[in-house]
């Protein structure tokens, strides 16, 4: 297994980051993941997109011209022989003597990339049976549309809900709306047929899969509204499910416990599953 770090092409057990690595010292960088699928990468313009807005608003500068990022991503997937899982990127400020101030002008970011494979099977499995989530208070940062390897909250929640025997965490702001996952964004579907999901502003990541997704269901010609929706709206919901590029649509059939709908996944949910791929690039 091979993974690419600053560079090079080595072996993972060799593969390895500087102990002065400010990703490692201050969790100071970015990262994305990206779905692979029959070794072609899911929706990847988009990723390379989103990738360019987190790099600016930290100011991380870009460590190589997109179109050669493109072909590390590339390499690495088909040096690890992956066909259906992810590849991972993460860039870092640099390597620099600690100091929170930005490291001195010419630091080079560093950028490793991984992949992984995912069995398309259990995750078959997973979608078929329905996951439970828990919700958590929101106790993040203010600025969670930046996808920042600074996931600590999302790391406990995700723990927490591990422990619960669910497979995501739901949090939830202030007001009693649920934000987000841990690491997928939320859904639900009401009575009357209306698909939700938050807006995209600053209190969550604009996910791909949930931007590819409203295009399913725009050219479905479903009812959607992009809105804020509270636990008890959820609980209370005819279907649930998360999105995101490791899992694109899961449906969700337990809430803190309480049965979403009849308690199976809902048929919708399912069919959005089924159809996402038609509409990724
Ligand atoms: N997580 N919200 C959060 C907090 C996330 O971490 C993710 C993705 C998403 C969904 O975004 P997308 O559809 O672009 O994957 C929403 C990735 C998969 C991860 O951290 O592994």
Redesign the pocket.
Known sequence: RIAYVNGRYLPRSEAAVHIEDRGYQFADGV???C?VRGGHLI?ER??ME?LLRSLSELRIPLPMPLSALSIVLHEVVRRNGVRDG?V?LQITRGVAKRDHAFPPAGTKPALVVTANRIDPEKTERLAADGIAVITLPDNRWDR?DI?SIA?LP?VMAKQQAREQGAREAWFVAADGTVT??????AWIVTGDNEVVTRKADRT????????VLLEVLKSEGLTLTERAFTVEEAQGAREAFI?????AVMPVVRIDGRPIGNGAPGLLATALRRDFHRFAE
Not at 204 to 211: A, E, F, H, Q
Request: charged letters at 25%; hydrophobic letters at 25%.
């Open positions: 990262y994305e993941v779905e929706d988009r990723h989103r992810i991972y969670v996808k996931l999302n987000e996952g841990s690491s997928s964004n969550i990541l604009k996910g791909i899969t949930r931007t999105t995101s590029a490791s899992q």
